[in-house]
């Protein structure tokens, strides 16, 4: 079974700077999928970036990044430069090999302050 | 690509009546999800397919039913609806269901069950 875990219900930043959303996980597998994805206030899911348990380095996607530290069993997420449009809930989710399912946290409500 | 298209955007419904929510991908993805999303509980998996013909229950698959008769359809079926199934629904694609596959998730339908 997985469990994932996001301390922040919600969070405040300002317009251009830096944010860290929190995320720990816990997970017998050995092989395993981290996934970050944005709700916005209209409802839809996006998926924004991954991180497999193998992989070395931090994934990169633009203004994300995903500070992963498998000892620490956290896989944090990093938005560079906020914009007004960050503004929304953030839910980290994984999966384990032969799992078919995503586990979610219940989410960190992010709101940019002009 | 449309992606993953779900139909209707909202329902309501009368206690006891049924109803299909309707949900299709042109990514030709052999994986094929519902879930739910409820206030503080995160999202939650219903039922899943790994391909035409084949299903499997998820975490709360009480009270619903699905058919994989083509790769591109998942519909999911309300037998008799109850007001604990008000919530949101989505349904969810990916290549393959495995870790290192993400999720690609349609819109949502609001249903709320009087």
């Known amino acids: 079974a997985q469990k994932i875990t996001q301390t922040q219900p919600g969070m405040f930043v300002q317009e251009k700077e830096a944010v860290t959303l929190d995320c720990t996980y816990d997970?017998?597998?050995?092989?395993?999928?981290l996934f970050w994805y944005k709700q916005p206030s209209s409802g839809e899911m996006i998926f924004l970036i991954y991180?497999?348990?193998?992989?070395?380095q931090n994934a990169t996607e633009g203004r994300y990044s995903l500070n992963f530290q498998k000892a620490r069993k956290s896989a944090n997420l990093v938005i560079s430069a906020s914009q007004l449009g960050d503004s929304a809930m953030y839910f980290c989710a994984m999966t384990g090999a032969g799992s078919y399912q995503l586990t979610f946290g219940k989410g960190t409500k992010l709101s940019v302050i002009p | 690509n449309a992606g993953v298209t779900q139909t209707p955007k909202f329902q309501v419904l009368k206690t006891g009546q049924s109803m299909t929510l309707q949900c299709a991908q042109d990514?030709?993805?052999?994986?094929m999800s519902w879930y739910r999303q409820d206030p503080g509980m995160g999202l939650r998996l219903i039922h899943y397919?790994?391909?035409?013909?084949?299903?499997d229950q998820g975490e709360v698959p009480n009270g619903y039913n699905v058919s994989r008769s083509t790769t591109e359809d998942f519909p999911l079926r309300l037998l008799s609806a109850a007001p604990s199934q008000t919530s949101v629904y989505f349904c969810?694609?990916?290549?393959?269901?495995?870790?290192?596959?993400?999720?690609?998730f349609g819109n949502g339908t609001r249903l709320t069950v009087t």
């Open positions: 991180q497999g348990s193998y992989d070395e």
């Open positions: 990514m030709n993805h052999e994986y």
């Open positions: 997970t017998s597998d050995q092989s395993y999928g």
């Open positions: 397919s790994v391909g035409a013909g084949i299903t």
């Open positions: 969810a694609s990916s290549y393959s269901g495995h870790y290192n596959s993400p999720l690609h």
